[in-house]
């Protein structure tokens, strides 16, 4: 019998545990902007993974913020994700985590925490777990400003990185996700009263509003590309007319073409008011995950899950981006939504199904398995 064929049944007996120790990750809160929630969060999970993986992780600490490392004893699969969430300090309080009638919630469960006990237990029973690297790390949430050239740097050496952010609905793995661009318009104008003589000033807030319209030329909602205006500020006071504005603009694509076309459109814009000025920053923060980075690995999936005797999962391509963009557009096969079965990440009912873990951590396993394998 192939070690995989057992791993089900491996992990139906350590299901308990799995939960345990998700219960300690989630009481564990780790907002991404708290250094010290963070810290206490990445101590648990390198004890926690020390044991489980019989080897100690490196500590990487860029920013003042933990990354934790297990390092393949060879050349190998890379497991990716990270520990930090969206929740504030305090929110464990109001959410506290809970299991019941088969279901785990609590801030931070789905996204990622539950991935994260998968991804440790996945790397411990795989018969090619010398072979699999481990990298968790604490700002994804916020940007992987920080560690993106760590996330980059290690992805590069495994050849092939499956991410344990959460899977889509049903358990489908992502495939595909978008890339994202950010800019900030910023207009400014000239002040002036605004009864006594508007004539004589230049309304930031009107040149705004060509620009809105202006930028939305470049949306392609049949290619799938997004542009949408989301944060805007203008003005001093309401009789004054307003000398500044700015606005932050969301973009997002299927194809690094799209994204780049709409970043030469942004950057090409110019003043429609006399004596307006304006100025357009920011650009691509990452290019899309696209299928063809995905489709080897989503076999070899497939192809696992056949071997562990479970369904074999559905794919989804995925509006939202993760660190799978980051190792996608450096060249490295990459497969997103390996992680946790449940539903509204982020959201104060995100929650994660219980009964799914053994499965989901087996297939993981099983996957390495094939791709440990490869030289």
């Avoid at 564990?28 to 708290?34: L, T």
């Avoid at 020390?50 to 990354?67: I, M, Y």
């Avoid at 495994?158 to 489908?172: F, I, K, R, T």
């Amino acid at each position: 019998m192939a070690p995989s064929q057992r791993y089900l049944d491996d992990m139906s007996a350590e299901l308990d545990a799995m939960v345990a120790l998700l219960g300690d990750l989630v009481t564990c809160e780790s907002p991404s902007e708290d250094p010290a929630a963070l810290d206490r969060c990445a101590e648990l999970l390198a004890t926690v993974g020390a044991r489980l993986l019989g080897r100690e992780p490196e500590r990487v600490v860029l920013g003042g913020v933990t990354n934790l490392v297990w390092r393949p004893r060879g050349s190998g699969p890379l497991l990716l994700g990270h520990y930090d969430t969206v929740w504030p300090m305090g929110s464990l309080a109001e959410l506290p985590f809970s299991t019941w009638d088969g279901v785990a919630r609590g801030p931070g469960v789905f996204d990622m925490k539950a991935g994260i006990v998968q991804m440790l237990y996945a790397a411990r029973i795989s018969a090619a777990h010398d072979r699999v690297g481990l990298l968790l790390t604490g700002d994804e949430e916020t940007g992987s400003i920080i560690s993106r050239a760590l996330v980059e740097e290690l992805a590069a050496k495994s050849g092939a990185v499956l991410v344990g952010e959460p899977s889509g609905d049903g358990g489908a793995v992502k495939v595909a996700r978008k890339g994202v661009a950010r800019f900030r318009v910023t207009v400014r104008g000239r002040a002036a009263h605004a009864g006594l003589e508007p004539e004589l000033g230049v309304n930031a807030t009107v040149e705004l509003a060509h620009q809105v319209i202006a930028m939305l030329s470049a949306e392609r909602i049949d290619l799938g590309t997004t542009v949408t205006p989301t944060v805007a500020t203008s003005g001093s006071t309401i009789n004054t007319v307003p000398e500044t504005a700015t606005l932050d603009i969301d973009v997002r694509g299927w194809s690094r073409a799209e994204l780049d076309r709409v970043a030469r459109h942004m950057h090409g814009l110019r003043a429609t008011l006399p004596q307006a000025e304006l100025s357009v920053t920011g650009g691509v923060n990452r290019y899309p995950l696209e299928e063809a980075m995905s489709a080897e690995l989503f076999a070899h999936v497939r192809a696992a899950a056949r071997e562990i005797g479970i369904p074999e999962p559905g794919s989804v391509r995925s509006g939202g981006g993760s660190d799978g963009n980051l190792t996608a557009a450096i060249g490295v096969p990459t497969l997103c939504g390996m992680g946790a079965v449940g539903g509204h990440p982020h959201a104060r009912d995100e929650f994660v199904d219980i009964a799914t873990m053994p499965a989901r951590t087996a297939l993981l396993a099983a996957t390495l398995d094939r791709l440990g394998g490869e030289e």
